[in-house]
């Protein structure tokens, strides 16, 4: 199995702040197709998991551009330009190249 | 707006079974692969189950290969997940996604399950 492995285990940011989450998979998630299934969630408290990022670095629909991603065959970033206080909450990236589908085990961001 | 809503979680014994729907709505349902990814309490997220569009692909991780029935009624906009010889680890949160370019999209609010004697 694909291992997802995220750091750090958890921030604290102030408002307005920038901060990046790392994700790093054992095995190069580049497909036969040639894209690369990395993905980034967020679960905010209390709530069910929200796309964010797809394929590495395509925002989600409603997703504002204060959050982009970067990174290619094992080493993946988030990047969170400007913390608002609505970003709290674990992310997660996730690959869906290889079966079976794994993810990483978070990145709980707190806010200051 | 996409809804997707599960039900037919609760409380069962360890061995018994255990059926999940989800009912969809707001997109075209039988145009997407779907999912079931569940999390335990205070615990990450781990992917359970996907079909295919027509429903004639299955996939597992061997954690539920061989217990775990995933399956989906497109006329009815609806997914299932039939759950067999359930154990104490099994007890979580079980959400349906829709997929879209092999990312899990839209999720529903979860339902509980609880594996206990």
């Known amino acids: 199995d694909v291992v997802m492995t995220q750091t750090p285990p958890s921030l604290s940011v102030a408002i307005g702040q920038s901060v990046s989450i790392s994700c790093k998979s054992s095995q190069s998630l580049v497909y036969s197709d040639g894209k690369t299934y990395l993905h980034w969630l967020l679960q905010s408290p209390g709530r069910s998991p929200k796309r964010l990022i797809y394929q590495v670095s395509n925002l989600g629909s409603g997703v504002p551009d204060r959050f982009s991603g970067t990174g290619s065959q094992k080493d993946f970033t988030l990047k969170i330009s400007r913390v608002e206080a609505e970003d709290l909450g674990v992310y997660y990236c996730a690959q869906t190249t290889h079966f079976p589908f794994t993810f990483g085990s978070g990145t709980k961001l707190e806010i200051k | ?117």
């Open chain 2, 1 to 117: 707006e996409v809804q997707l809503v599960e039900s037919g979680g609760g409380l069962v014994q360890p061995g018994r079974s255990l059926k999940l729907s989800c009912a969809a709505s707001g997109f075209t349902f039988s145009n997407y692969y779907m999912a079931w990814v569940r999390q335990a309490p205070k615990k990450g997220l781990e992917w359970v189950a996907t079909i295919s569009t027509s429903g004639s692909r299955t996939y597992y991780p061997d954690s539920v290969k061989g217990r775990f029935t995933i399956s989906r009624d497109n006329a009815k906009s609806s997914l299932y997940l039939q759950m067999n010889s359930l154990k104490s680890e099994d007890t979580a949160t079980y959400y349906c996604a829709s997929l879209y370019l092999r990312c899990f999209d839209y999720w529903g609010q979860g339902v509980m399950v609880t594996v206990s004697s």
